[in-house]
């Protein structure tokens, strides 16, 4: 077999463009064949090679590559099918076209299946058709490469968009854990500070018991008649809140008053003391009015003493002009005045405080306020299954209160929900132990079992 030979392209007078030079491998063992097929596609300006058989072939392109293959069909030692087939798995992406010059069908078809030629091309060929044919391959070939390119560049910017969507979601995870994390801490500060605000509020309620004896206590007691009436009216929790506080605040404009002032009756003051008396829920307004959590609250104090026909003070509101939280607190102030002294010259029961009330709905009071209060009134609050009363001398840190703690004059010293620390128990026990006074609180019971719990362990 003659010597494979690979033959250089002539230069070309103008180049197609930057895309580098196809290359045409020409396999047949007649050299005359590959000189006309070299003639054929030298002007064309293709990079071509030429080998005498199969084997030479296979040499050739051992350290180089081919764009398109054409091999005849018969040849010794190697036939076509058999060639293409190894070109195929040499060079898989070389385009392979077939040279047949016999009728036999069977060969064509085992080339074809074997080689997974592009197409054959009977000889002899028609040199356009073959021309165009080559041509058309290598168009195939180039689409099939960019096809590829664009695919191995997919599938790359996939990968690198898969892993940047896991960083993300790494990032958005830890992110979204630092913000729960961060409102977790906010909404703990937020119920801190609502417990101490409301805690405040206790204290500051807690200074007009200071100053009367008689109203010890009132204050609050009016605020849990307020919760009380709100959830029998079924009122929202936003309208309870405000009718609560207003409950614990509504005495707070007398403070100012004087001590003579403050014990006399009302039906017994004199004109200036009427005046100064009127005026005490304008003074409770004004006080209230720069904290923008009690507006709502001071707008209730101030229309406390307003009737439902009209004939209430300040400002002289009737019916339904008159705030709900004010007409629902006017008959629990009231209530509570009666009994204590400080409304009428005398003392009332609370069976006669709670006629008084009665007959007062329509003119004085809100009907239906009325209504829910004396339903109220039937309903005692039963704390003991929730609670537990102790002496000072049991409390234990972790112990939850669940009543106010008030002093013998009636001052609130703890809150309801305070949460009992080593400091404060010995606080507890030093007031109990200096006042001379036996200190009974009343804890959660819930609280009490774990808190007996972790002493037994």
Not at 43 to 63: F, M
Request: proline share 5%; hydrophobic share 40%; charged share 25%.
């Amino acid at each position: 077999m003659a010597d494979a030979k690979a033959l250089a392209p002539e230069p070309a007078a103008s180049p197609p463009g930057p895309e580098p030079v196809a290359t045409l491998l020409l396999v047949d063992d007649e050299p005359s064949i590959l000189s006309a097929l070299r003639r054929l596609f030298r002007p064309q300006g293709y990079r071509i090679l030429t080998a005498e058989g199969g084997s030479a072939a296979l040499e050739l392109i051992h350290n180089d590559s081919v764009d398109v293959v054409i091999s005849d069909m018969r040849m010794p030692n190697m036939d076509g099918a058999q060639f293409l087939e190894r070109i195929r798995q040499v060079q898989p992406d070389a385009v392979r076209l077939l040279l047949t010059g016999y009728a036999d069908i069977t060969s064509t078809i085992a080339a074809i299946n074997s080689g997974q030629i592009h197409r054959y091309i009977a000889k002899p060929w028609d040199d356009n058709d073959i021309v165009l044919t080559v041509r058309e391959a290598l168009a195939r070939r180039g689409l099939e490469v960019k096809n590829k390119q664009l695919t191995e560049l997919t599938a790359q910017q996939n990968d690198q968009l898969r892993r940047m969507n896991g960083q993300l979601e790494e990032r958005v995870k830890h992110r979204t854990a630092e913000i729960a994390q961060i409102n977790d801490m906010l909404n703990v500060a937020y119920e801190e500070m609502k417990s101490n605000f409301m805690i405040s509020i206790r204290i500051f309620a807690g200074m007009m018991d200071l100053r009367h004896s008689g109203l010890s206590g009132q204050s609050r007691r009016v605020s849990e008649w307020a919760k009380r009436v709100c959830a029998h009216m079924k009122l929202d929790e936003r309208l309870s809140h405000d009718v609560y506080v207003a409950g614990l605040l509504h005495a707070i404009g007398k403070i100012g008053f004087p001590d003579s002032m403050l014990t006399k009756p009302v039906s017994t003051l004199g004109p200036e003391e009427s005046a100064r008396y009127r005026k005490h829920t304008l003074n409770a307004e004004a006080t209230l009015m720069p904290l923008a959590q009690l507006q709502s609250v001071a707008k209730c104090i101030r229309s406390q003493h307003e009737r439902v026909d009209g004939n209430g003070f300040p400002d002289g509101l009737d019916g339904d002009a008159i705030p709900l939280g004010a007409r629902i607190l006017a008959p629990l102030v009231d209530y509570e005045n009666l009994m204590n002294g400080t409304l009428a010259e005398r003392r009332f029961t609370p069976e006669d405080a709670e006629s008084s009330i009665r007959r007062g709905a329509g003119s004085r009071y809100d009907h239906k306020v009325v209504e829910a209060f004396l339903e109220v009134l039937k309903q005692p609050l039963a704390q003991g299954e929730l609670d537990r009363e102790i002496s000072a001398l049991d409390l234990a840190p972790g112990m939850v209160l669940s009543r106010d703690l008030v002093s013998t004059q009636g001052t609130l010293l703890l809150a309801a929900g305070y949460t009992f620390d080593v400091r404060v128990v010995r606080q507890v026990r030093e007031y109990a132990q200096r006042e001379g006074v036996r200190l009974s609180l009343h804890v959660r019971n819930d609280a009490l079992a774990e808190t007996a719990a972790a002493k037994r362990e």
